[in-house]
């Protein structure tokens, strides 16, 4: 059974905690909290968040981690793509049973549905900001 890969939403509300702050260096334990995830996972995520250069970390004692850019310039395929998640569709790999059409068939026909949802699916994230994500945090109270 496939298991459901959360890094994309662990790297959205890591970035949307840090645009709640609004600037606030905040330490990857209180990330982690905030998650209610492993913290060497948050931290492996906001390692990556960094290498996108999608926020700066400090090390050492102190170490925390702040926005690199203001929520309005970051937008979810951002942090779609810095979280490296793989993509949001797939065509099983399980092999050809070569005596049924459908089989012999289906990947050919399905990748070209699969790589349109998955388009469609990033250029909507595109058009979505850390601003967006922040301001429906902040109505929700």
Do not use: K
């Given at each position: 059974?496939?298991?459901t890969n959360v890094q994309f939403s662990v790297a959205s509300h890591v970035m949307a905690a840090l645009g709640v702050l609004g600037?606030?260096?905040v330490?990857?334990?209180a990330l982690a909290e905030s998650?209610?995830?492993d913290p060497s996972f948050v931290r492996?995520?906001?390692s990556k968040l960094a290498k996108a250069g999608l926020v700066v970390t400090t090390r050492g004692k102190n170490g925390a981690c702040t926005l690199a850019r203001p929520p309005a310039q970051i937008t979810l395929l951002d942090?779609?793509?810095a979280s490296a998640a793989p993509e949001a569709f797939a065509v099983h790999s399980y092999?050809?049973?070569e005596n049924c059409q459908v089989s012999r068939n289906i990947k050919f026909c399905m990748e070209k549905v699969l790589r349109e949802a998955q388009e469609g699916f990033e250029q909507r994230l595109a058009r979505q900001t850390l601003a967006d994500v922040v301001a429906t945090i902040q109505a929700a109270g």
């Open positions: 059974m496939s298991q600037g606030e260096p330490r990857s334990s998650v209610n995830a492996r995520v906001i942090i779609y793509r092999t050809v049973a």
